[in-house]
């Protein structure tokens, strides 16, 4: 007999969250408990309003889905079937499906990488997001947080001082940063005036997202003559990376929530290297099991962006702990 279970748990930040979309001092995040063998599995649940994802759909699904979801399910074979009759989002298919799998981990006595078949990390470094503030409180902002031990900061831009904002950062702290957009801009020709501009002496990894998933013509203008990688987020959910996806864009970043699947994000993988672009495996706001659990698709990516927890006033589960902008796994999970 085995049985599942959700509960709403509320993450307060350490500082205000805003991007180009929004802004909040708590996260509202969900867990998927899937009981069985007397053996409890997790899985998160990190929902995104920019996927049309809401805290009341996530639960009606998550009904809908008990509801027709058999008894006793023994392989993860057993689950496909149910997805297919429900409209399930992708964050919650991740957190039912990770949750199974960590059941299953810990009744077979196996880690969570062998059965997806990945390889295993235990540590891993991390860049670590700014959201877009006041240009006058970044210099405190970096000192009061440490920021230096970061190999990289990912600046969260879209606001009206972006460029003021991205020298203030650029002032105080000397490693390469990394300027994600959230679909905040809308021209290519204004974005290249700041790259071969303003922003041509900073070192920069990466632009993410500058425009919104559907600008693909400005997308097939600016990858071929921007001096910097242009990376895909929002442009890529749960669907296949192909050739249109690399014809836009330099890499991909690859999120659990986003993709809805273990599976499906490792094959995402695979596929923009065969396809030659860069991988970036990301996060949104999580405690450290969601953390932890991307942790598992991390081995081989070009750039970590698993700071997710980091951000968090308090992490609930302390699967991780943080050491000079390096995430290490507390205990074997």
């Not at 031990?149 to 001082?161: P, T």
């Not at 999120?255 to 599976?263: A, I, N, P, T």
Request: glycine content about 6%.
């Amino acid at each position: 007999m085995s049985n599942w279970k959700i509960k709403e748990i509320e993450l307060p930040l350490r500082f205000s969250w805003t991007i180009s979309r929004n802004s909040c001092d708590i996260k509202k995040n969900l867990i998927v408990e899937y009981n069985s063998h007397s053996v409890l599995g997790l899985g998160e649940v990190a929902f995104n309003s920019r996927y049309g994802e809401t805290m009341e759909s996530i639960k009606k699904e998550f009904d809908k889905f008990v509801s027709i979801c058999p008894n006793s399910i023994t392989t993860l074979a057993d689950l496909e079937p149910v997805f297919q009759k429900v409209n399930i989002s992708s964050s919650l298919r991740f957190g039912i499906e990770s949750a199974f799998i960590h059941n299953m981990a810990h009744v077979a006595e196996m880690s969570v990488a062998q059965i997806i078949g990945s390889n295993s990390l235990s540590k891993v470094k991390t860049s670590f997001s700014i959201p877009i503030m006041d240009p006058a409180k970044v210099e405190s902002f970096i000192k009061e947080n440490n920021l230096t031990r970061f190999s990289a900061l990912k600046l969260k831009v879209g606001g009206e001082q972006d460029l003021d904002f991205i020298n203030e950062v650029h002032k105080n702290y000397e490693g390469p940063l990394r300027i994600d957009a959230n679909e905040g801009w809308s021209n290519p020709d204004e974005v290249m005036k700041l790259l071969e501009g303003p922003l041509k002496k900073i070192n920069i990894d990466f632009l993410e997202q500058p425009f919104p998933s559907s600008s693909h013509e400005e997308y097939l203008k600016l990858k071929p003559i921007s001096p910097v990688e242009i990376f895909a987020d929002e442009s890529i959910t749960n669907g296949e990376v192909n050739r249109d996806l690399a014809n836009q864009f330099h890499g991909v970043n690859i999120k659990l929530m986003k993709s809805g699947s273990y599976f499906k994000a490792l094959n995402q993988l695979r596929t923009a290297r065969e396809l030659g672009m860069k991988t970036m495996v990301g996060c949104m706001v999580e405690t450290s099991l969601g953390i932890n659990s991307a942790i598992n698709i991390a081995y081989g990516a070009d750039y970590l962006d698993l700071d997710g927890f980091l951000l968090l006033e308090k992490d609930p589960y302390n699967y991780l702990y943080e050491d000079g902008g390096v995430v290490f796994l507390s205990h074997l999970h």
